[in-house]
C-alpha cells in the first residue's frame, strides 16, 4: 500500500471510527467500560490495601467518581464562560 497522505489517513481513521460508533449498543458498552475502570482507579485511590468492605470501598469510589465527574463539569462551565467573555472571568 503506498503512503497515505495526512488528508487520507484522517479520512480512513474517521471511516473507521464512524464503523465503530454505527454498531448498535457501542456507545454504552464503551461508556460502561470507562465507568468500570475509573471505578476501579478510585477503589485504589480510596483502599489501597484492600481493608475496607467492599460495599464501602464501592460506595466511596461512586461518590469519589461524581466528585472527579463535578470538577471536570465546573472547570468545563469557567472555561465556556471565559470564551463567551472574551478571556475575562471572575473567580
Known sequence: MPDLTPEERRLRAQVAANARWAKPGA????????????LAYFER?????????PIERRQCA?????AEMSR????SA??????????????
Open 27 to 38: 456507545r454504552k458498552r464503551q461508556a460502561d467500560a470507562i465507568t468500570g475502570t475509573k
Open 78 to 91: 469557567k472555561a465556556r464562560r471565559k470564551a463567551r467573555h472574551g478571556g475575562e472571568v471572575a473567580a
Open 45 to 53: 485511590q480510596i483502599d489501597p490495601d484492600g481493608q475496607l468492605d
Open 72 to 75: 471536570l463539569a465546573l472547570r
Open 62 to 66: 461512586e461518590a469519589a467518581l461524581r
